[in-house]
DNA sequence: GAGTGGTCTAGACCACAGA
DNA sequence: CTGTGGTCTAGACCACTCG
């Protein structure tokens, strides 16, 4: 790893973040000290701290500097949240508050609700038409601390949820879930699919993130004890800001 | 995303690569060549091509060219692969060789066994020393269709794995977990903690990345009925390579 | 207006593979 | 030996932010 100079660059920027001399939110020197510091092109500090902004260590306020990103990642437990005994311990409050509540962010979220047309794979999913507005869609937005940390977009059939509570902002106690239980339309298991993959342009301008940095895309399914599929959600989260936790039992 | 011209050569050659242009191990035209039909410098080529290879969709054979790599991602579904109606449907052999299989890969893998000293979380997880010689590694390496595709490093106490068989290469029928269960630690439960980061050194070598591709990092916990760790697997595998499955259980 | 990072060019040298 | 991609430099212009 310590052939090229801008890896060497890197090596040594990313040993001194790491160790202590820098804080969160510091601004590292400019280009073109760094350039003459290590007695480079500017262009080679260019591309090392191109490899430290897609690895989330760095982020970079056009016209201003570079700063330096120190936050612990975010752990996003998925067998947990789920939980009966965690849901009650924290009542009406989301999976999501729960967790970050714990680590010491405050969450913000925004919602929006639509009819929409569904992508082509969560059409197939739900079995619904590709064609029409076929779904609603409760599209959110999550900030921890300002910072945008996730995309949240559930499709759940217009056959469902069409005049319910689903379709309003609020959906009330238990959320999403607890309404479609409401319905009968209950969820027992979940089936996710995680890639990763470059964010859209739409995605990396809310995450904030420079386009070649990585996103986990979580293709999420809610089923009934039936096995018919209710609900899809896609999570989009940037790598770097987050951890994933599954638990299963083993078939004995 | 079409801002730059090194994001538009990038997309460009992206469509072409998408529709049937190019076939799988396909060679690129030169740089040099991409950059006169595209009427931009060979380092605005080389950055586009920089970005078409950390999404894995080329690959460079140094001094040589670079070549396409089309390839569909391959499943590994955590929670089929340790249940015993699917165990039991493929007799003695491994998860992975039973997903591969049904991808039309072939399977080839390597197995190193020895004692060692553990990492540091490793040791934390499985409360053993992190200063001695407390566990067996059974360090797999795996290819399919000679392409390396996954590491698979799995840490044993000394104290359950010292003397008996899951200190030989050949572990028998059932493997690993069938041995700890044998000797009176069954797993129960798996917990598992994904991340993605870029490659070590020797993880790029095997794995024929370049540095600035993602793996994923599978830290795997095999734990009894009693919540007791009995095993640890580390999982390194290429982002673009794999896409991951979980299913699990809604608590009513 | 001054300073920042983002991008691009022209040119150069290198290590590597293969005929 | 030739052709490939990998890297580096010097210099330039740009859009952006902020005082």
Chains 1, 2 share one sequence.
Do not use: C
Request: charged letters at 25%; hydrophobic letters at 40%; glycine letters at 6%.
């Amino acid at each position: 790893m310590a052939e090229s100079q801008y890896n060497e660059v890197a090596a040594k920027l990313r040993e001194a973040i790491r160790s202590d001399a820098y804080q969160h939110g510091e601004m590292l020197p400019t280009e073109a000290r760094l350039a003459a510091e290590f007695g480079v092109n500017r262009a080679t500090v260019n591309k090392a701290l191109r490899m430290l902004r897609s690895e989330g260590l760095v982020y970079v306020h056009r016209g201003v500097g570079t700063f330096v990103h120190r936050l612990p990642p975010i752990l996003r437990d998925a067998t947990a949240r789920h939980q009966r005994e965690r849901r009650e311990r924290h009542g009406s409050r989301g999976a999501l508050a729960t967790e970050l509540t714990e680590l010491g962010y405050e969450l913000e979220s925004m919602t929006e609700v639509r009819r929409a047309v569904p992508p082509p794979r969560v059409a197939e999913v739900l079995g619904v038409s590709g064609e029409e507005k076929s779904v609603v869609v409760r599209a959110r937005r999550f900030h921890a601390n300002q910072m945008p940390i996730q995309i949240v977009d559930s499709y759940i059939p217009l056959a469902i949820a069409a005049g319910t509570r689903i379709e309003q902002v609020d959906t009330g106690v238990g959320g999403l879930s607890s309404r479609l239980a409401d319905l009968g339309h209950a969820q027992a298991e979940i089936e996710e699919n995680v890639t990763v993959r470059l964010p859209a342009d739409d995605e990396a301008a809310f995450l904030q993130i420079a386009d070649d940095q990585r996103v986990y895309e979580i293709f999420h399914v809610g089923l009934t004890a039936e096995d018919v599929p209710v609900k899809v959600t896609i999570y989009i989260m940037p790598v770097h800001q987050w951890a994933l936790r599954y638990r299963y039992s083993v078939d004995p």
